[in-house]
């Protein structure tokens, strides 16, 4: 069983800046995962936001985050992290991390159907 924990969530002013964190369980190899980030506000659906490869090769964003903010794994560590800079109060939201097996996930990484595992969430906040 895959269990993720997210953390590094918080409150912050436009423009500023948080890193999260998804730290895998310890008998998970992470290197046979592929991962991603969702994140949900209130009233509305849970969304992709950034997606990676089991071996770290192959990125993407959603397009309202592109050049934003920053997706990348350490599977030594058995983490994620995805840094948020520049944020703006839309994106306010709970942020989730998610897992499947397989170096990418599916046809379409920012389908929530793609990924078996799923974190608790991180809350993230930004006012204006």
Do not use: H
Not at 4 to 26: H, I, K, P, Y
Not at 106 to 128: K, M
């Amino acid at each position: 069983q895959v269990q993720l924990v997210e953390s590094g969530g918080g409150s912050v002013q436009a423009g500023g800046s948080l890193r999260l964190s998804c730290t895998a369980s310890r008998f998970v190899s992470m290197g046979y995962y592929c991962m991603g980030w969702f994140r949900q506000a209130p009233g509305e659906e849970r969304e992709g936001v950034a997606a990676i490869s089991a071996d770290g090769f192959s990125i993407d964003y959603a397009d309202s985050v592109k050049g934003r903010f920053t997706i990348s794994r350490d599977n030594a560590k058995k983490t994620m992290y995805l840094q948020l800079n520049n944020l703006e109060p839309e994106d306010t939201a709970m942020y989730y991390c998610a897992a499947d097996y397989g170096n990418q996930c599916g046809g379409n990484w920012f389908s929530t159907r793609e990924y078996a595992y799923w974190g608790q969430g991180t809350q993230v906040t930004v006012s204006s």
